[in-house]
């Protein structure tokens, strides 16, 4: 199948890494060719007719008792192994591994900041929803706000909304939609995902990680703002001031990833005693 699409936005913010830490960095967020075109764009397509307003805020309440299950950090790690996110076209693996890849690089770069190696190991867990069988486009992908009309930044936006019914709302079809001009991102519904489900939970656990950390979390798949330049009509000051930590983390995040996977087993006591620090014991999902 042939899609049009523009330029992958990501392609404008590359980081500064050693070469032998990722493939050619051209090859990464690829949306226009590769063997999983077409299985990245019917994940999309679905995601951007179905994910509206109405949709984020039943999900909210459905998930926000966080009564899915108790387990630890360790064990929502494990339960990765038996996932495969359907809307990655870079990688074709277990998500377990990329949390050890992103983790690490992170700690090889800061070794100072324990709990942003944290953070790289936290990122992906709330893609536990998906095992708890929720269709993938309501769990993976890029994230986007609800309640306004898409920006020319999100994946596919232009072949793949025509279905959703927040657009033909007089106010959700709007550039602003239902906010306020610079309402801040913690104002914003943002789509339905790991992303939102993950630092929902961090919340509710009480996780001692710093705000930087909470931030990362909640907002590291809004491609289209942190890496797109979009949506900043609806940024405040706090938003800007963490966007760097949001651009840091997605160094790591996307260009660690690599069919070399990591010794998972050398790694664990040293996460393990991360986990005793900041979000220790079983822990309600």
Known sequence: MKVAVDPDPSLVY??????????????????????????????????????????????????????????????????????????DPDVDFPNSFHAFQTAEGIRKAHPDKDW????????????????????????????FPVGCRPQSSVLFWDSTFQDNPDLQDPLYSTELGMYQPHCGLEN???????????????????????????????????????????????????????????????????YTKSSDLPDVDKLRPYYQGLIDKYCPGVLHW
């Open 116 to 143: 942003f190696h944290l953070a790289g190991l936290l990122h992906d867990l709330g893609k536990v929803l998906a095992l708890a069988g929720e269709p993938q486009w309501a769990v993976v992908g890029d994230t």
């Open 188 to 254: 914003v519904l943002m789509s339905w995902g790991h992303d939102e489900y993950m630092y929902q939970m961090m919340k509710f656990n009480k996780f001692s990680l710093p705000p930087e950390a909470f931030y990362i979390i909640r907002f590291h798949s809004f491609y289209p703002w942190h890496t797109g330049g979009d949506y900043q009509q609806l940024c405040d000051e706090q938003d800007l001031a963490m966007l760097p930590w949001v651009q840091e983390f997605n160094k790591f995040d996307l």
């Open 14 to 87: 590359w980081p500064d890494m050693e070469p032998e830490a990722a493939k050619d960095k051209g090859s990464f967020r690829n949306y226009t060719s590769g063997p999983l075109l077409d299985r990245v764009f019917t994940t999309y397509k679905l995601m951007h007719t179905w994910q509206t307003v109405d949709f984020v805020r039943r999900k909210h309440a459905q998930f926000g008792s966080f009564s899915y299950k108790r387990m630890t950090v360790m064990e929502a790690v494990d339960m990765l192994d038996a996932l495969v996110d359907e809307s």
